[in-house]
């Protein structure tokens, strides 16, 4: 099994092997130098085993062999110089072993390739000229190594190349202009390298491509008018470059793109509304640049788009009518100069799983057809000018797990509505006007970790009902008008990691039962009406960095348990409280004003 031979081996003693086919055997150990003895082979297939040192310069006695695969094994060394003796050689395949060294120019010597693959080594240095020579060469891979050179003109030679990767090396210079002339080119990556200078313009002669990667480079200009040639592109990435001025309006031939990704540029003119006749578009990024303009109507025309990401630009005017989006699940146009309202056609967009439209000028109330995204997961729409009261249609949505509103001006009471969200995990109303009381029945939150109410104007006392959120891990609750006392039943929340109620009315003792947060980083509890003295329990909170109680009414001394802290703890504020006695010594602190008025201890 696994081993070919030109005559039936059951009927003669000996016979010429001309295959040996061996992948995933679980082989091991080194190519012995004896394989050179083969010199009838014709394929060789041993990949996806555990073959070890170097590729035997021998097998240049091999003249017959025209496949030869050892990828995904653990060679070391060098490409050996006599490869280039193989000259009946069509398929080379050294990809995912640990070859290093530069890629040896004899190799332009073995003009019978047509695919050879060394992704995924150390090969360094310059890309050979004479790849130039191998003129019938059809897919070139190498992924993932450390070359180091500019890609030469003769790459232009390759005129039968349809799959050249260079992505994830340390490529310089420019692309050649030659790169037109490979006009048999379906798919073509140089992503994650140092390229820089323009696109030259006679990438649009390659009318048969279909992928186009240059994502991560330096590359700078204007994008070509002349990418509107390549109509038969599915994938355009420009990701991370430099470009800059217009994005062409010929993109819009592109009649095939299922994605288009030109991120993190400077592009600094208007998205065409050409961009609406890509009715095969999946993908739409064009997020980080400087587009301005408004957002074109067109783009309703992108029935099966799935994801639109304009974020991070300097768009405005209003959200157009998105309705005809059907399939949209991420729209993405945070960081823009949008103003108005949030239209009520995005309630159309039922396959909505993400949204986020943070820091514009959005005015107006949540819409009410928002109850229909019943697949939403994620919402983000803080940091806008929003206003109304708190929209209880969205304890309709079933599968949301996070609501961010903070930064508007959301007025009114917490609705008891948000109780019924058994999946949501974060709830985030902070810095809005809203009033009232927390419900204690926000305590069904079953699922919830990550409550921030602070910068508001609630009052009341903070339910004991609190104590049953198993998950909660952050509760900000400050700058806010809450009074009574610390329910006691919050020690239960196990899994919390930061309690803060500053700047409230809050009084009574601090309960002894926080001493059970044994995950808890930081408590702020400054500037309330706190009295008591303070729980020696605190002292078991063996991850505890930050303790700050200072401007309370305190009493006592400082307890000695509190030394146990040590390890962690970085921040100890209790100034401006009634303390008494002196400080532990364990504990590194600076007194700022007289011991009877209060310390404040920095470690």
Not at 35 to 49: A, D, P, R
Not at 485 to 510: H, V
Request: hydrophobic residues 40%; glycine residues 8%.
């Amino acid at each position: 099994e696994g081993i070919g031979c030109n005559v039936e081996c059951s009927e003669v003693t000996t016979c010429n092997i001309e295959e040996i086919s061996l992948p995933e055997y679980n082989l091991v150990g080194t190519l012995p130098v004896e394989i050179s003895l083969l010199t009838n082979i014709h394929q060789f297939f041993v990949s996806f085993n555990n073959l070890t040192s170097t590729l035997p310069s021998e097998i240049v006695s091999w003249d017959k062999i025209n496949y030869l695969s050892i990828n995904d094994n653990q060679l070391n060394g060098s490409i050996p110089n006599s490869l280039a003796h193989l000259d009946k050689l069509r398929y080379l395949n050294l990809a995912s072993n640990d070859l290093s060294q530069s890629i040896p120019s004899e190799i332009g010597k073995m003009t019978a390739m047509n695919d050879l693959t060394l992704n995924f080594n150390k090969l360094s240095q310059a890309l050979p000229e004479s790849f130039g020579n191998l003129g019938r060469m059809e897919y070139l891979g190498l992924t993932n190594n450390k070359l180091d050179s500019s890609i030469p003109e003769s790459f232009g030679l390759l005129t039968l190349l349809s799959y050249l990767s260079l992505s994830t090396n340390h490529l310089t210079g420019t692309i050649p202009v030659s790169i037109g002339s490979m006009t048999n080119m379906n798919s073509l990556n140089v992503d994650a390298n140092s390229l820089n200078g323009t696109l030259p313009t006679s990438i649009g002669n390659l009318v048969g491509m279909e992928y186009l990667v240059f994502s991560s480079n330096l590359l700078s200009g204007s994008i070509p008018e002349t990418v509107g040639c390549l109509t038969e592109l599915k994938q355009l990435s420009f990701e991370f470059n430099r470009f800059s001025s217009n994005l062409p309006d010929s993109i819009g031939s592109m009649s095939k793109l299922t994605s288009l990704a030109i991120t993190n540029n400077n592009l600094n003119s208007t998205i065409p509304s050409t961009l609406g006749s890509l009715h095969r578009l999946v993908f739409l990024n064009l997020d980080t640049n400087k587009l301005r303009g408004t957002i074109p109507s067109e783009l309703a025309k992108l029935t099966i788009l799935i994801q639109l990401s304009l974020y991070h630009n300097e768009l405005s005017g209003h959200i157009p009518d998105l309705s005809g989006m059907t399939e949209l699940e991420s729209l993405m146009l945070q960081i823009n100069l949008l103003t108005g309202n949030l239209p009520e056609s995005l309630g159309s967009c039922h396959e909505l799983t993400f949204l986020e439209i943070t820091n514009t000028f959005l005015t107006g109330a949540i819409p009410a057809s928002f109850s229909k995204l019943e697949y939403l997961r994620s919402l983000y729409l803080d940091t806008n000018l929003l206003s109304g009261e708190l929209p209880t249609v969205l304890s309709k949505l079933n599968l949301l797990t996070g609501i961010w509103l903070e930064a508007n001006r959301f007025t009114g009471e917490i609705s008891e509505a948000f109780s019924e969200m058994a999946t949501l995990n974060s709830l985030s109303l902070e810095a809005n006007l809203l009033s009232g009381t927390m419900p204690a029945s926000l305590a069904n939150l079953h699922e919830i970790g990550g409550l921030y109410f602070m910068d508001n104007m609630l009052s009341g006392s903070i339910p004991e009902s609190f104590g049953s959120m198993r998950k909660l891990s952050v509760l900000y609750l400050y700058s806010n008008s809450l009074s009574g006392t610390l329910p006691s039943s919050l020690g239960s929340t196990t899994n919390l990691q930061y309690f803060a109620a500053s700047g409230n009315k809050i009084s009574g003792a601090i309960p002894s039962s926080f001493g059970e947060w044994v995950s808890v980083v930081g408590i702020l509890l400054d500037d309330n009406s706190l009295s008591g003295s303070i729980p020696d329990t605190l002292g078991s909170l063996s991850v505890l960095q930050m303790l700050i109680m200072n401007n309370n009414k305190l009493t006592g001394s400082i307890p000695l348990a509190l030394t146990r802290l040590s390890g962690f703890l970085s921040i100890l504020y209790l100034n401006n409280n009634q303390l008494t006695g002196t400080i532990p010594s364990a504990i590194i602190c600076c007194i700022t004003s007289q011991f009877g008025s209060g310390v404040i201890c920095q470690q």
